[in-house]
Structure formats: structure tokens, C-alpha cells
């Protein structure tokens, strides 16, 4: 049963659908099992730029079927304008290409309004969301009140349902919030208009993802944000509303417990976060505009999704051997190697000072309020000077730069099996 599994090894935005990418080559199916569209994934080939939040990255290959798990949530409107936006590319999305479950639970523009009315209402405690409604929808699916795909295959009774929902919404937003409600009619004819192309794609994947395994087929499990982002695990309360580590497959995709080929675990070079809680790293001044970049490119670091300017600092290798621990993690996949060049020293943060104890992985339960009581302590590598880009062997990396990839390695106890220098497909390094 090849099953494979890729996982983001931070707080998300680590380039996990590059990875994906290269991976689906050799994959039948690549299912998303987690979050929704507040995750974005990034993908450059040759000149095309493919940004996709719901829609399965591998699907850019011929011959892959996509699969929405029952653990995402989905938004109607943001399928409907990637499967528009593929086509529109030469990419086939049929309904035998691309299977939404039938458990998924589906968001609306009330769960968005919901969203940012409530972060606002934190006020300098906001966890600082995307807005998507991911939250809120995730609460109705909690509240065994959320509206699930397969309902939209009784039109009449979805229909019913949906009014229902927004009506309720407008009650939040208007007593609660004190916001302006919706137009429910004018909202629901054109929710109900989106969903209208999506009913021939509705189905139960589970037993269909399970019968492939059996099969023999490769299926690639495609995780969304980052293990510091899980519900349960991650840098709680800062985190998102679903399970993104390894363990929710199952339940993500409703298979069965079994034998997993691969865990990879994707990890850039440095540190980033998008929203707010505590950042032990986290850098300020000349040097962290030199590892985010402009924004004038769009392998930069600002949100996929969002746009937001990403928070970025040194590698934090407490965090990454947590989320080793955590996912089972087999090998690593190192991103971004490349935009580390050009400086003359690189620290590596290797433990964290809290009070007069010294803490390792081992001691993190990822508490945002411990974290946020840490100070990191460094050890500081030596850099190189040459640009990245144009190298095409792992032999052909500076010596320093290869020092800097064995020295990740030997504290993870990990394999980094690829290491990206650039945003290209071809812009990869195969160590082994």
C-alpha cells in the first residue's frame, strides 16, 4: 500500500506544493485531507505560476486524480474559480479527475463575515486569521450544525438549509457583532449558483482512495499549513482549526489505519509565520528584509493567500525536531537554501533559555505562553557568498553550504533527501 505523505514542518508556507509536485509525477492520487482555503500552495513551471488553495497541487499533471477529503472545509466560490482558472491553462478538471467528499463541510459567505468579525472583536489578542471562515465552519462541524457536500445533491432540501444557516448568521453578526447583515437572497442565489457546478464531482472517497491503495496505486497525501499550526499540537491558541500533522490522514481521507511509505517533512531553510503569537527567532531590521524580500517576486515572502508580509528569523531546529517527533517524519525536504547566500554568518537556533532552565524539543508540549517565555540560543555557521541558482548538483554547492544542509541533518537525525535552490520545477538538488 504506497501511501505518501507530505507535511509541513513549521508554521506553514515551508514551498510544500513544490514538493507535492515533484512527488505527483509518480503518483494516481493526491488528496488534500486538512484546512481549506486559507492554505495556499505555490507552484512555478517554466513561466506559468499555478497558486491553488482548495484544488489538489498534483492535479497540474496529466493523469492524476485530485481528491477533497472529508477533513477539509470548502469554499464553493474559491473551487469554482481555480477549476475556471486551470482550464483556462489547458488543465483537464473533470469529474473523474477531481472527487470531493461527501462528509466535506462547506463554508459560506456568512462563515467569512464571521471570521473577521470575531478576530476584530479580540482586539489586540486576534489570533490574526486569514478571514476565509475556516474557523467558523470548523465550529459548525463541532456543533454537528455544518453543512455538508453531500446535501447539495437534494437541491430543494440544500436550498432549505443554507437559508437557514445565513439567517442564523445574521443574527450573530447584527445582536453580537453590531455589523451590517447580508442580503440572504441576493447571498444565496448566487452560493447556490457556485454549487450548482460542483454536484457532478460529489461523492464518497474514503472507500475509492482505499481501493487505489489496494490496488497497488500511489496515492500522496498532501497536508496543508504546518505541524506548529494543528489544533492539538500546534503553538496553541495561534493556530488553525484543523489537524495538519501526519495523524489526520486517516480521518482526513476516512481510510483505514495502515503502512505509510513516507513522511516528508518540508522545511525552509529559515523560519517564517504569518498572523500573530509568540516567534522566538524572529528577526527585524536589514536582515529580515533580506530574507523576506520585496514582494516585487512571487517566491517572496508574503501570504499566498493572504498577501500579508510573512514574520521571518533564523532556523529553529527546537520547533523542527518537535515536529520530527510529532509526524514520524522519514526524511526532510529543505526549501529555499538559495536565499540564504550572501551572508557571511547564519545562526541556527539549537535550544531555547527559559528562566534558568535550558529546553529541548523533548520539553516543548507547544504552549504558546512557555514559547513565548523562551529565548533562543545559537549556534552560528559560517556562510558563503555565491549565488545558488545556477547550481544543478548537490556536489556543486559551496562547501559551506553543504556544511549548513549535514549540520541540519545531524541534529534532526534526518536524511534531507532534496534541497531547493530556486523557485523553478528544475531548481532542486538530489542529495542522494
Not at 83 to 89: G, I, N, P, S, Y
Not at 148 to 156: F, N, S, W, Y
Not at 208 to 213: G, I, P, R, S
Not at 403 to 420: C, D, H, N, W
Request: aromatic fraction near 6%; hydrophobic fraction near 40%.
Amino acid at each position: 500500500m504506497p501511501l505518501d505523505l507530505v507535511i509541513g514542518a513549521q508554521w506553514g508556507d515551508e514551498g510544500k506544493g513544490r514538493v507535492v509536485d515533484l512527488l505527483a509525477e509518480k503518483s494516481d492520487i493526491v488528496a488534500r485531507y486538512n484546512g481549506g482555503d486559507n492554505a495556499g500552495h505555490t507552484v512555478t513551471v517554466g513561466e506559468k505560476i499555478y497558486k491553488l488553495h482548495v484544488i489538489p497541487t498534483g492535479l497540474i499533471h496529466p493523469g492524476v486524480t485530485g481528491v477533497i477529503g472529508s477533513g477539509m472545509v470548502l469554499n464553493p466560490h474559491t473551487l469554482v474559480e481555480e477549476m475556471t482558472q486551470l482550464r483556462e491553462a489547458g488543465i483537464q478538471i473533470t469529474p473523474e479527475r477531481l472527487w470531493i467528499s461527501d462528509a466535506v463541510q462547506l463554508i459560506t459567505p456568512a462563515h467569512r463575515l464571521l471570521d473577521r468579525a470575531k478576530d476584530a472583536a479580540l482586539g489586540r489578542d486576534k489570533i490574526g486569521t486569514t478571514g476565509r471562515g475556516i474557523g467558523p465552519a470548523y465550529t459548525d462541524k463541532a456543533a454537528r450544525s455544518g453543512l455538508r457536500a453531500g446535501e447539495m445533491l437534494d437541491p430543494t432540501y440544500f436550498a432549505e438549509r443554507v437559508g437557514e444557516h445565513l439567517e442564523e448568521a445574521n443574527r450573530l453578526l447584527v445582536e453580537w457583532y453590531h455589523q451590517e447583515g447580508m442580503d440572504i437572497q441576493a447571498v444565496l442565489k448566487e452560493y447556490l449558483a457556485a454549487v450548482e457546478q460542483l454536484r457532478p464531482y460529489v461523492r464518497r472517497v474514503g472507500p475509492l482512495v482505499q481501493q487505489a491503495l489496494n490496488e497497488g496505486k500511489n496515492v500522496l497525501a498532501e497536508g496543508a499549513q504546518g505541524t506548529l499550526l494543528d489544533l492539538e499540537q500546534g503553538t496553541y491558541p495561534y493556530v488553525t482549526s484543523s489537524c495538519t500533522t501526519a495523524a489526520g490522514i486517516f480521518s482526513g481521507l476516512g481510510i483505514g489505519v495502515q503502512p505509510v511509505r513516507s513522511i516528508v517533512g518540508v522545511t525552509k531553510a529559515f523560519q517564517t509565520r504569518v498572523g500573530a503569537g509568540p516567534f522566538p527567532t524572529e528577526l527585524e531590521g536589514e536582515l529580515a528584509q533580506f530574507l523576506r524580500g520585496t514582494g516585487e517576486n512571487p517566491w517572496d515572502e508574503f501570504g499566498t493567500t493572504t498577501g500579508r508580509p510573512r514574520r521571518v528569523g533564523c532556523l529553529d531546529l527546537v520547533l523542527l525536531n518537535y515536529a520530527r517527533e510529532i509526524n514520524g517524519f522519514t526524511e526532510l525536504f529543505l526549501t529555499k537554501l538559495d536565499i540564504l547566500s550572501g551572508l557571511s554568518e547564519i545562526p541556527v537556533c539549537v535550544a531555547y533559555r527559559c528562566g534558568d532552565k535550558t529546553l529541548t524539543a523533548l520539553d516543548f508540549s507547544g504552549d504558546a505562553r512557555l514559547l513565548a517565555e523562551c529565548s533562543p540560543m545559537y549556534e552560528v555557521l559560517p556562510g558563503w557568498e555565491e549565488d545558488l541558482r545556477d547550481v544543478t548538483r548537490w556536489e556543486d554547492l559551496p562547501a559551506n553550504a553543504q556544511a549548513y544542509v549535514q549540520f541540519i541533518e545531524k541534529r534532526t537525525g534526518l536524511p534531507v533527501r532534496s534541497v531547493s535552490v530556486g523557485p523553478e520545477r528544475s531548481a532542486l538538488l538530489y542529495k542522494d
